[in-house]
């Protein structure tokens, strides 16, 4: 397998443009992340995701902030209007059912002038 | 409450000498714990877990960890560090009330000087 799938891996972008984060899980994988990772915050869990249906977002920062998984194999982050406060390394990472153990993709640079 | 601290914002060693990156926790229930690894520009990798069975927790790459529930610490330690050990590490602790909600540790640079 080829590991969990990001795309874009950089983006760059102007403040108020829409942004749209996308993740593969690995196949077979029933639960979903999705993480921020800053400098200041650390890394923080956003939302997460078992048999595509949104079990905890407490960790969305706030109502710009969206994501939805359509099905097993595909994910999206969407941040809409961005602010250059979501300048951050975003990672996915999905994980078996009743397995402790996240496997992380290689994440997307964000950044927001 | 749950939290996770990580003693140490930077660590350096010598290649070849031991390793010792400190984390102490707080949960309210009997937690899993984990250590895992960042290395630049790279997503995490798990090294090792607790999660109630065995205290000492063997993980991979030489590195291990010792759950002492009386001081609430889960302290990650390799014998011998290598240069290819020089990455991120994070200190993680999941409550087990259910779910999969993660608290992370600020995270120990570990610098290895030749």
């Known amino acids: 397998d080829a590991g969990v799938i990001q795309s874009p891996r950089h983006e760059v972008t102007e403040m108020g443009q829409e942004v749209t984060l996308r993740c593969k899980p690995i196949s077979g994988h029933d639960y979903l992340f999705w993480y921020r990772q800053t400098m200041m915050r650390g890394l923080e869990l956003l939302i997460y995701?078992?048999?595509?249906?949104?079990?905890?977002d407490s960790g969305m920062p706030e109502d710009r902030f969206s994501a939805k998984m359509p099905n097993a194999s595909f994910s999206t982050l969407k941040i809409q209007p961005s602010e250059p406060r979501d300048s951050a390394v975003y990672f996915c990472?999905?994980?078996?059912?009743?397995?402790?153990?996240?496997?992380f993709g290689p994440g997307t640079r964000l950044t927001v002038l | 409450a749950q939290s996770v601290t990580q003693l140490d914002s930077h660590v350096s060693v010598s290649e070849g000498t031991p390793v010792l990156l400190r984390c102490n926790y707080s949960?309210?229930?009997?937690?899993?714990l984990f250590w895992y690894v960042q290395h630049p520009n790279k997503g995490l990798q798990l090294l090792l877990k607790?999660?109630?069975?065995?205290?000492l927790v063997k993980g991979i790459n030489g590195f291990e960890a010792e759950f002492k529930k009386s001081e609430t610490s889960f302290h990650l330690t390799k014998p011998s560090a290598h240069m290819s050990d020089a990455a991120e590490y994070f200190c993680?602790?999941?409550?087990?009330?259910?779910?999969?909600?993660?608290?992370f540790g600020a995270g120990t640079r570990l610098f290895v000087k030749a």
């Open positions: 990472a999905s994980s078996l059912p009743g397995i402790d153990e996240q496997f």
């Open positions: 995701f078992n048999n595509n249906v949104p079990i905890d």
């Open positions: 607790y999660t109630s069975a065995a205290t």
């Open positions: 949960s309210s229930y009997s937690p899993s």
């Open positions: 993680v602790v999941r409550p087990n009330t259910g779910g999969f909600k993660t608290i």
